[in-house]
Nanobody, 126 residues
Framework: QVQLVESGGGLVQAGGSLRLSCAAS????????MGWFRQAPGKEREFVAA????????DYADAVKGRFTISKDNVRNTVSLQMNSLKPEDTAVYYC???????????????????WGQGTQVTVSS
C-alpha cells in the first residue's frame, strides 16, 4: 500500500522558517516527479512547488518563489519543502503528492498527481 506521510508543520511567526518532509512507503518514488500543494480554509488546493524524478528540475508558484525550496532524496524516498520568510498568507494545510507515470515531467496541475498525503498544518502568525 502506497503511503505519503507529511511532517514538520506547526505554528511560526511571520519571517520564520519551517521544513516540511514527506516520507513515501509502499514503493520507491525515485523515478517519479513529486510536488507540494496547499489549501487554505475556504480556498481551492493550489500548487506550491514541484520537482522532477531526478531532482534536477524544479518549479515554484510565484507566491513562494525565492522563499521556498523543494528537494528530493531518492535514497531515503523523501521529498522536502524548506520554507523561509514565511508570511501569514502561507497559512494552509500542506500536502505532498506524487505522479503515477515514471520519468514524466513536473506539473502544476493537481489532477496530474495520483498519490497524496494526509496533509500537515502550517500556521504563520503576524
Amino acid at each position: 500500500q502506497v503511503q505519503l506521510v507529511e511532517s514538520g508543520g506547526g505554528l511560526v511567526q511571520a519571517g520564520g522558517s519551517l521544513r516540511l518532509s514527506c516520507a513515501a512507503s509502499g514503493r520507491s518514488f525515485s523515478a517519479y516527479p513529486m510536488g507540494w500543494f496547499r489549501q487554505a480554509p475556504g480556498k481551492e488546493r493550489e500548487f506550491v512547488a514541484a520537482i522532477n524524478w531526478r531532482g534536477g528540475n524544479t518549479d515554484y508558484a510565484d507566491a513562494v518563489k525565492g522563499r521556498f525550496t523543494i528537494s528530493k532524496d531518492n535514497v531515503r524516498n523523501t521529498v522536502s519543502l524548506q520554507m523561509n520568510s514565511l508570511k501569514p498568507e502561507d497559512t494552509a494545510v500542506y500536502y505532498c503528492a506524487a505522479r503515477l507515470e515514471p520519468f514524466s515531467g513536473i506539473s502544476r496541475e493537481k489532477g496530474d498527481y495520483t498519490y497524496w498525503g494526509q496533509g500537515t498544518q502550517v500556521t504563520v502568525s503576524s
